[in-house]
């Protein structure tokens, strides 16, 4: 569409959202709800999944590779729908491009303010929980945090293995004394598809903290600051992957779906 300035209406181009897999949907869907108009085109790298227990470099890498392709459908914002890749790859990236950056870190600051005297356990990938702006974060809000790296976690849910989540959660959650537990925050994308689970398993005056709805107004913040923001006609979501036909199917039922592994 021509605006009445001849210019290009940059309000009606996609916003590109990325994961290393199918995690990231669970901050889309949120995105739907909030941006109803917008169109989004995710992409889930599936081929170079796991992000978690890669290095630095090699997230900034595959992070550059998924931007170049987003960057070639026009997209007008970017959301990192992944807590390692933004930990990552965030500050590189928004030196190197002109569209707006949302990324997505663990939800530390919701926990301290819901947190009594008790622990808050910050569930993460490995490499999240090293990142020099993850240490930023557990200084300012990290009284009482631990870090619980969950090697191998995101690949149950890759694989739809709920049976085997939740044995791995069931083990994790008995290292810990669950009554001195306050707040309980899921760092890392894929883990929200297990949020019910995670709610049976533990008592109910724990609180779970996670940052799609946070991610979600946030997107819509940026958008609206820079004239980007996109209210009238009905949103699409086109879903890329550098998987394959399976991981697209995946993405569809993870983004239709109410609850997972129930
Ligand atoms: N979903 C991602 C996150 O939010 C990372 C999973 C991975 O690739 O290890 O951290």
Redesign the pocket.
Known sequence: MIREDNSVDRRLDPVGVF???V??ISALREMIRVLPAETFIYYGDIRN?????KSTDEVISCARAVVRKLLDQKIKALVI?????TGAAAATLRRELSIPVIG?EPALKPASEIRKNGRILVL??P??LHQEKFNRLMEKYGEGAERVPCNGL?ELVEKEDFSGAEQYLRKLFSGFDMAQVDAVVL????YVFLKDMIRDMIPAETAITEGSEGTARQLRRILQKNDLLNEQGEGRVILQTSGTEKDIRLMRKLLEKDKMGR
Do not use: E, Q, R, V
């Open positions: 994961d290393s897999g995690g990231g999944a796991p992000y978690g227990t729908a992944c807590n390692t890749a997505m993460a990938t490499l999240t995101m760092g890392c994308t894929h």
